[in-house]
């Protein structure tokens, strides 16, 4: 799997938009771009995933470059339970144990009141 | 919306005793992972389970097994636990589809004293 650099920590003021990039210059074609967060001592979430497109749901949206060498999740109005590691993973899918998912160091956003 | 649960949030056991946590998922799920997670060292798989009776090694299965009698159930059982198997324990499940994303459990914090 490619691997990903994430800045380690970023601020952002209660109810406005949080940008967190990621660089992944190495990304294959039939790589995705993974995003899961997890809060202080609770299980990892998972947020979204891409591939070439731009992706919304519930939680974030995703934006991909066009040349996908890096992506930018965005959280669009932050709140105090958005406080958490948030991990960007670029992998294709295979079978079996190699399956696994390898969590970066993160970026730690911390939502301030 | 998805669910795994985890039996346990913390555990408190002896060296030399057997444990057994349990990992729960409602989603039909065909894999089923066990990590743990400590500090510096990210997540690391133990075992992967992609059908009934069916495992497969992790990176670290030393000191441990599972079992999976049930496609919902996955089983980690440390067969004498010792103080440095002190970590995070992380379920996770996915389906076979292309994509395959993992969704963890609330993971079980153990301490082996």
């Known amino acids: 799997d490619a691997k990903t650099t994430q800045p380690p920590s970023m601020d952002c003021a209660e109810g406005r938009a949080a940008n967190l990039p990621c660089n992944h210059s190495?990304?294959?074609?039939?790589?995705?771009v993974y995003w899961y967060r997890q809060i202080h001592s609770q299980g990892p979430q998972y947020i979204i995933h891409g591939l070439k497109n731009n992706e919304t749901n519930e939680m974030a949206s995703l934006i991909i470059t066009e040349d996908r060498k890096s992506s930018t999740l965005i959280l669009p109005h932050a709140t105090l339970r958005d406080t958490a590691v948030y991990y960007c993973?670029?992998?294709?899918?295979?079978?079996?144990?190699?399956?696994?998912?390898?969590f970066g160091t993160g970026t730690l956003l911390a939502v301030q009141p | 919306d998805v669910k795994v649960t985890q039996s346990s949030r913390y555990l408190v056991k002896r060296t030399g005793e057997k444990v057994f946590l349990e990992c729960v998922q409602d989603?039909?799920?065909?894999?089923m992972f066990w990590y743990r997670q400590d500090p510096g060292l990210g997540l690391r798989l133990i075992y992967f389970?992609?059908?009934?009776?069916?495992?497969e090694k992790g990176d670290i299965p030393e000191g441990y097994s599972v079992s999976r009698e049930k496609k919902e159930r996955f089983s980690l059982i440390l067969e004498s636990a010792s103080t440095n198997q002190t970590s995070m324990y992380l379920c996770?499940?996915?389906?076979?589809?292309?994509?395959?994303?993992?969704?963890f459990g609330p993971g079980t914090r153990l301490l082996v004293l």
């Open positions: 989603m039909d799920h065909e894999n």
């Open positions: 993973i670029v992998r294709v899918r295979r079978g079996g144990a190699t399956n696994k998912l390898i």
């Open positions: 190495t990304i294959s074609g039939n790589e995705y």
């Open positions: 389970s992609y059908d009934v009776k069916m495992k």
């Open positions: 996770a499940s996915s389906s076979m589809a292309v994509q395959e994303t993992q969704y």
